[in-house]
């Protein structure tokens, strides 16, 4: 069965670097997702992207998150200068269609900022 | 989304069933009742939704109330891997994106 994959695990920064998290989406998808869960809180949707651009975005998602798809199977997210509060675990997602609405998670990036 | 309300946590026997409630008085015509799970450091995994009939599939049942105000999650059979957190969201095909995560019911199954 096609499953989301996600790159890597776990990463540890340092507070202020750049991070790129990867996701390969299951291959006939066409919109993405990301969402973050900080520990021990709600999964919250940051964006969500189709057709090579931006399709939503919550207002978590400001001007330090960035979200890029580089060739025909990777998606990114990159944050670009990272805070203490980014720790969280990063879920990528993604569907096949909007209207089908069902969207499917990967295993998620458990980051640290340290 | 409309807002959906769940208890906190629910515990249940392996191997019996479980009925997992959620509300949603403000429920919508066009508002499909779907549910997530959370298994422990796993990304949600889709289960089941609905809109108006009851649905079946492998996983688990979802029975929709007639006024759809509430509807309830069944796993015929639980085992240890269905100790999860289980999130009923509501739906509007013409709504937003990303999907709204509440809180949830957190099953906890005992052997």
């Known amino acids: 069965e096609p499953e989301v994959t996600q790159t890597p695990s776990h990463q540890v920064t340092q507070m202020g670097q750049e991070v790129i998290l990867r996701c390969v989406p299951i291959s006939n998808h066409l919109y993405f997702y990301w969402y973050r869960q900080i520990l021990g809180q709600k999964v919250e949707f940051l964006v969500s992207?189709?057709?090579?651009?931006?399709?939503?975005k919550s207002e978590i998602f400001d001007d330090q998150f960035s979200v890029e798809r580089p060739d025909g199977s990777n998606f990114t997210l990159k944050i670009r200068s990272t805070k203490l509060e980014d720790s969280a675990m990063y879920f990528c997602?993604?569907?096949?269609?909007?209207?089908?609405?069902?969207?499917?998670f990967g295993p998620g990036t458990r980051l640290l900022v340290l | 989304d409309a807002k959906t309300t769940q208890p906190n946590s629910m515990e249940s026997n392996e191997e019996e069933p479980v009925h997992l409630p959620c509300n949603h008085s403000?429920?919508?015509?066009?508002?499909?009742i779907h549910w997530y799970r959370q298994l422990p450091s796993q990304g949600p995994e889709y289960v089941i939704h609905?809109?108006?009939s009851n649905v079946n599939n492998r996983m688990a049942s979802l029975a929709i109330a007639e006024d759809r105000k509430s509807s309830t999650l069944i796993l015929h059979r639980a085992t240890l891997r269905d100790a999860a957190v289980y999130y009923c969201i509501l739906r509007d095909v013409g709504g937003a994106d990303g999907l709204t995560f509440g809180k949830g019911t957190h099953l906890i199954i005992q052997p």
């Open positions: 609905g809109l108006t």
């Open positions: 403000t429920i919508s015509g066009t508002d499909y």
């Open positions: 997602a993604s569907s096949r269609l909007r209207a089908e609405e069902t969207q499917y």
């Open positions: 992207f189709y057709n090579n651009e931006i399709s939503e």
